[in-house]
């Protein structure tokens, strides 16, 4: 009895601590890990089968870890989840590469150009631009850039950017809910259930898609008359920064635009290629050092191993609580208060995820949830496990979106905004935001319904 209460225990205090953010993350997670593992698996338990099955270690020296991706869920289903590590880390090392030849820049001014600087096609392009890119690219580095110039494009065009980053931030939430690599929510479900590029496109991607329509009209409906920019004569147009002059490096450039291709081509087939996403990130994590040369360094030295680390303690303390039993109960408990009910279990599922995503990190608590999930799918005719699945997608991906610490991707936008002088605080942000965020969690609602029952 004493490993369960010392499990949940470490838990709760990991939480905790990381809603508190006196302490980084990585820090938090890594110790509380390492507390799992000594007491609860050593001294309550004193149990070595399961500190190996937690380490998981022995999962990467398999050919199915490699090469058959339905597998993946049979390896990595307790523990550390190092197919999603090891992908997460080599699209950090690509985005990188990408950043340092100024792709990212160049993209946002060559759109600015395209609609002719004017204020409102900037403001609907860039909105779709941060879903389409967030479907592949993590979101804290697509709204990093899109701030970014999109203050620097305000400063030009005398607009106020505030509506704009904002909404860039709510439609990279949503973008990232579309695709299994879009989100880190989305990869630990994808990887621990094996579900593929395709399968999270054909179900949470037709929800976003549809969301997306929802949310720029919303948008435009509630900030048109704040985006009433400057009209820009000719004569401005032609002063404006050329798009090309955002490449630093035009051969690198080349390059990490063929290895981003590559990466989106993968990505599509693995499920038909058998390639699973372990094998693809290291696959365009070397391709990319090769094209950097020189810049090896520098691209490494940017990539954000904090986040890596946070995830290795976070899938250790999750697996404490698998292992002795916790999981399960909570599982049982939301399958006695649903009544067995699939719709009530999928509504609870999305609303409880998102209330839970808007004021905690939604990582770790998609990690938790993910064998929760599995378990109420096991023990509920009638129910679908990857139902359950695209329910737990949407709800922490979206749910992040309705306050300014949901998710990273709000952290960065608001911290750009207020480092070049536009402060974003929690009453303008909510404002917008959380009725945003209820309106498309009422959209996917009862899409999932009308679709699966």
Same mark, same amino acid.
């Given at each position: 009895?004493?490993?369960?209460i010392?499990?949940?225990?470490?838990?709760?205090?990991?939480?905790l601590?990381?809603?508190?953010?006196?302490i980084?993350?990585?820090?938090?997670?890594?110790?509380? /890990?390492?507390?799992?593992l000594?007491? $609860?698996f050593?001294?309550?338990?004193?149990?070595?089968?399961?500190i190996?099955?937690?380490?998981n270690?022995?999962?990467?020296?398999?050919?199915e870890f490699?090469g +058959?991706?339905?597998d993946?869920?049979e390896?990595?289903?307790s523990?550390?989840?190092?197919?999603t590590?090891i992908?997460i880390?080599?699209?950090?090392?690509?985005?990188?590469?990408?950043?340092?030849?100024g792709?990212f820049?160049?993209?946002?001014?060559?759109?600015?150009?395209?609609?002719?600087?004017?204020?409102?096609?900037?403001f609907?392009?860039?909105m779709i631009?941060? =879903?389409?890119?967030?479907?592949?690219?993590?979101s804290?580095?697509?709204?990093l850039?899109?701030?970014?110039?999109?203050?620097?494009l305000?400063?030009?065009?005398?607009f106020?950017p505030i509506?704009?980053?904002?909404?860039?931030?709510?439609?990279?939430?949503?973008?990232g809910?579309?695709?299994?690599?879009g989100?880190?929510?989305?990869?630990i479900?994808?990887?621990?259930?094996?579900?593929?590029f395709f399968d999270?496109?054909?179900?949470?991607?037709?929800?976003?898609?549809?969301c997306?329509?929802?949310?720029?009209?919303?948008?435009?409906?509630?900030?048109r008359?704040?985006?009433?920019?400057e009209a820009v004569?000719?004569?401005?147009?032609?002063?404006?920064?050329?798009?090309?002059s955002a490449i630093?490096? &035009?051969?690198? =450039?080349?390059?990490?635009?063929?290895?981003?291709?590559?990466?989106?081509?993968?990505?599509?087939?693995h499920?038909q290629?058998?390639l699973?996403?372990a094998f693809i990130?290291?696959?365009i994590?070397?391709?990319t050092?090769?094209?950097?040369?020189?810049?090896i360094?520098?691209?490494?030295?940017?990539?954000?191993?904090k986040?890596?680390l =946070?995830?290795?303690g976070?899938f250790?303390?999750?697996?404490?609580?698998e292992?002795t039993g916790i +999981?399960?109960?909570?599982?049982? =408990?939301?399958?006695?208060?649903?009544?067995g009910?699939g719709m009530?279990?999928?509504?609870?599922?999305i609303w409880?995820?998102?209330?839970?995503?808007?004021?905690?990190?939604?990582?770790?608590?998609?990690?938790?949830?993910v064998?929760?999930?599995?378990?109420?799918?096991a /023990?509920?005719? /009638?129910?679908?496990l990857?139902? +359950?699945?695209?329910?737990?997608?949407?709800?922490?991906?979206?749910?992040?979106?309705a306050?300014?610490? /949901?998710a990273?991707?709000n952290?960065?936008?608001?911290? $750009?905004?207020? &480092?070049?002088?536009?402060?974003i605080?929690?009453?303008?942000?909510?404002?917008?935001?959380?009725?945003?965020?209820?309106?498309?969690l009422?959209?996917?609602?009862?899409?999932?319904?009308?679709?699966?029952?």
């Amino acid at each position: 009895m004493a490993a369960p209460i010392l499990a949940v225990v470490i838990f709760v205090a990991m939480f905790l601590l990381i809603v508190m953010d006196k302490i980084e993350r990585h820090y938090i997670t890594l110790g509380c /890990g390492l507390l799992t593992l000594i007491f $609860v698996f050593g001294v309550c338990m004193r149990d070595m089968h399961a500190i190996i099955e937690t380490l998981n270690i022995h999962s990467m020296f398999t050919l199915e870890f490699w090469g +058959l991706a339905k597998d993946v869920a049979e390896e990595s289903t307790s523990g550390i989840n190092w197919a999603t590590i090891i992908f997460i880390a080599g699209m950090m090392i690509m985005v990188e590469g990408m950043a340092r030849v100024g792709f990212f820049r160049w993209l946002c001014m060559l759109i600015a150009k395209i609609v002719r600087y004017k204020t409102i096609p900037i403001f609907i392009t860039f909105m779709i631009m941060s =879903f389409v890119l967030a479907m592949f690219i993590d979101s804290i580095t697509v709204i990093l850039f899109l701030a970014a110039v999109t203050v620097e494009l305000a400063q030009l065009l005398k607009f106020n950017p505030i509506p704009m980053i904002l909404s860039e931030v709510f439609c990279a939430n949503l973008g990232g809910s579309a695709t299994v690599c879009g989100d880190p929510p989305n990869i630990i479900i994808g990887t621990s259930l094996g579900l593929s590029f395709f399968d999270f496109l054909q179900n949470t991607g037709v929800i976003a898609v549809l969301c997306l329509v929802v949310t720029v009209v919303y948008f435009w409906i509630v900030y048109r008359k704040e985006l009433q920019g400057e009209a820009v004569s000719e004569a401005r147009m032609k002063s404006m920064p050329e798009p090309k002059s955002a490449i630093v490096d &035009k051969k690198g =450039f080349i390059f990490s635009s063929i290895i981003f291709a590559c990466a989106v081509i993968l990505l599509v087939t693995h499920a038909q290629t058998g390639l699973t996403v372990a094998f693809i990130g290291v696959l365009i994590s070397i391709l990319t050092l090769i094209a950097a040369g020189k810049y090896i360094l520098e691209v490494l030295k940017k990539v954000d191993y904090k986040t890596l680390l =946070f995830f290795i303690g976070l899938f250790v303390v999750v697996g404490g609580l698998e292992q002795t039993g916790i +999981l399960k109960v909570v599982a049982d =408990f939301i399958g006695k208060i649903s009544g067995g009910n699939g719709m009530i279990m999928v509504a609870i599922i999305i609303w409880g995820s998102a209330i839970a995503s808007a004021f905690v990190d939604n990582i770790p608590f998609a990690a938790t949830m993910v064998p929760i999930i599995r378990d109420l799918a096991a /023990g509920t005719v /009638g129910i679908d496990l990857q139902t +359950l699945a695209w329910s737990l997608s949407m709800g922490t991906d979206i749910g992040g979106s309705a306050t300014p610490i /949901g998710a990273s991707a709000n952290v960065v936008g608001t911290s $750009v905004a207020a &480092k070049e002088g536009y402060p974003i605080g929690w009453g303008t942000y909510c404002k917008r935001l959380a009725p945003a965020t209820i309106l498309v969690l009422l959209v996917s609602t009862v899409f999932i319904f009308m679709r699966y029952f």
